[in-house]
């Protein structure tokens, strides 16, 4: 898919100005969606020990919008990953004696909810990568773009 025009529900949307309009389904309201990098921060309140991290969006525009904004049903307006009621618990949550109540509370400590994501999937790639490299004979293809999993590439050292 073309990195300049991308399809929201299947109404063209045009590039301008590192911004792009799009159409949100039914919905009369144009959601801006932003092209260059976000810079992804500790929540207000909390001291953050890692430098904040610059993620290129629209790098990521050949996966598919719901592969990370998972609860986006197409229609309404795209919320921030640490919403209420989403990814919203500032700190990591206290061992609870059951299984999956303790992997619920995990997933809404936002800080698990990115490095599950971000580094989960680029891990993902060098992990096929690694075993396409070991199952070829020769060596001479360019592999599959992968993106950081070290932590001072995406927290940068200050
Ligand atoms: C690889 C993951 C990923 C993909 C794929 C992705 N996004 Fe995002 N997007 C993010 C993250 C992370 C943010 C920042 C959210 C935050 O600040 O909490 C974001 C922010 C946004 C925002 C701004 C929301 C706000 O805070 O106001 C919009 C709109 C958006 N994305 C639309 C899209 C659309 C449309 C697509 C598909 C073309 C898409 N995104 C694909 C990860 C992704
Ligand atoms: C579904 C898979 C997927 C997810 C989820 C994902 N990435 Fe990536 N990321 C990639 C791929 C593939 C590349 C390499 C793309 C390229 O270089 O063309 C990449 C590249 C990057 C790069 C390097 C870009 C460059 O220009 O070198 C950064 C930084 C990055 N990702 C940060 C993040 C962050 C932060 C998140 C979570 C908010 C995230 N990614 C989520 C697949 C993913
Ligand atoms: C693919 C990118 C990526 C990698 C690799 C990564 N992180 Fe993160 N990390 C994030 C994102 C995105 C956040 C949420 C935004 C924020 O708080 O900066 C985060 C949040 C954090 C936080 C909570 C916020 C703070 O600053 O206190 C800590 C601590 C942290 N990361 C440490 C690490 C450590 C240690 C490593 C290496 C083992 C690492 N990260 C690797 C993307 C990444």
């Known amino acids: 898919m073309s990195r300049n025009v991308i399809m929201v529900t299947?109404?063209?949307?045009?590039?301008?100005?590192?911004?792009?309009?799009?159409?949100?389904?039914a919905s009369e309201e144009p959601m801006c969606i932003p092209m260059g990098e976000?810079?992804?921060?500790?929540p207000d309140g909390i001291e953050a020990r890692r430098a904040a991290v610059e993620f290129p969006h629209s790098v990521h525009f050949d996966y598919a919008c719901k592969d990370c904004h998972h609860k986006w049903t197409g229609k309404e307006t795209i919320q921030n990953c640490t919403t209420s009621g989403c990814h919203d618990i500032t700190e990591s949550p206290k061992k609870s004696g059951k299984k999956n109540l303790q992997k619920d509370a995990e997933l809404k400590y936002y800080k698990t909810a990115?490095?599950?994501?971000?580094?989960?999937?680029?891990k993902?790639?060098?992990n096929q990568n690694l075993i396409l490299e070991l199952s070829r004979v020769t060596t001479h293809?360019?592999?599959p773009d992968t993106g950081p999993t070290s932590c001072n590439a995406c927290h940068p050292k200050e």
């Open 10 to 25: 299947g109404v063209l949307v045009i590039l301008f100005g590192g911004f792009i309009w799009g159409i949100a389904g």
């Open 141 to 143: 293809d360019k592999m």
């Open 114 to 122: 990115f490095h599950k994501q971000c580094i989960g999937c680029h």
């Open 38 to 42: 976000i810079t992804l921060e500790a």
């Open 124 to 126: 993902q790639i060098k």
